[in-house]
């Protein structure tokens, strides 16, 4: 077991070596995402706005009767459920993608990942601005339970880091699972009550959204933001559980795998 804590703890003190340089590639990602681009990163504010736009004009009618402020009840599912989606898309080539360094100098494998993780939170976190925005427009009720929110990104943030992990490790020894992957985070949105409310789906399918562990993060996340409820304890030991043991796994399967990664990109 000390063996174990000792060795997690050297990965920990070899990611504070290496900070400065995930910092500079984190940085490499934001200037490259809209380089070139008129507007830049103001497009952080107005993607995730134009979107809510269109999607409310075509489903607020038709859940008009199950839904109450359907922008600010649609935006902060689709905002979570966006930025686990191009934290994790983004993460499939992240190690392959910078083949041409790993095969040059020792750099830890998995500062590649989490600089992609971290350029789309920082994305995310910009775009948070665009669902308190809509909040104060729409005159939504924002309660002190907003205070928690962080926690369910926080989280989030933690859940996405382990699949990342395992994304890029199974993307180097098996490139179709970007295509595969592609179909299955659709199928995944479609199954987290991003633009429905949960309530219309019959009971007998219900079990698909206990199935999606992120619908948990969302739904949590809109408990205490949209509904402006105290924290459901239930709800947030899952949200806690499903991120560490993600995390673990991820951590896991790529350390037992980063060693032939060279032979593979």
């Excluded at 590639?25 to 134009?50: A, C, H, T």
């Excluded at 560490?244 to 980063?258: A, C, D």
Aim: contains cysteine; aromatic residues 16%.
């Amino acid at each position: 077991m000390r063996t174990v804590m000792n060795k997690y703890i050297t990965y920990l003190k070899t990611f504070n070596k290496y900070y400065y340089l995930l910092t500079l590639l984190v940085k490499k990602d934001i200037k490259k995402k809209y380089k070139g681009s008129f507007l830049g990163i103001l497009w952080s504010l107005l993607n995730p706005l134009l979107n809510m736009i269109v999607l409310t004009i075509v489903f607020s009618t038709l859940f008009k009767e199950n839904v109450h402020n359907f922008p600010v009840y649609m935006l902060s599912g689709q905002l979570l459920f966006g930025f686990f989606s191009s934290s994790t898309m983004g993460s499939l080539n992240s190690v392959i993608s910078s083949a041409s360094l790993i095969n040059k100098v020792y750099v830890p494998k998995y500062i590649f990942t989490f600089s992609r993780l971290m350029s789309d939170f920082v994305f995310f976190a910009i775009s948070l601005v665009d669902l308190l925005l809509i909040m104060i427009v729409t005159r939504a009720d924002i309660t002190i339970n907003i205070m928690y929110a962080p926690i369910y990104l926080l989280l989030l943030l933690v859940f996405s880091s382990g699949v990342s992990l395992i994304l890029a490790t199974v993307t180097v020894f098996f490139r179709d699972i970007e295509h595969l992957y592609g179909v299955f985070i659709t199928f995944l949105m479609y199954g987290s009550a991003i633009f429905y409310p949960a309530s219309i789906i019959p009971d007998k399918f219900q079990f698909i959204l206990t199935l999606n562990p992120v619908f948990y993060f969302i739904n949590g996340f809109r408990n205490v933001v949209y509904d402006g409820f105290p924290v459901d304890s239930t709800n947030l030991m899952i949200c806690l559980t499903l991120a560490v043991i993600s995390l673990i796994i991820g951590i896991v399967v790529f350390e037992k795998n980063q060693d032939k990664f060279i032979l593979h990109i």
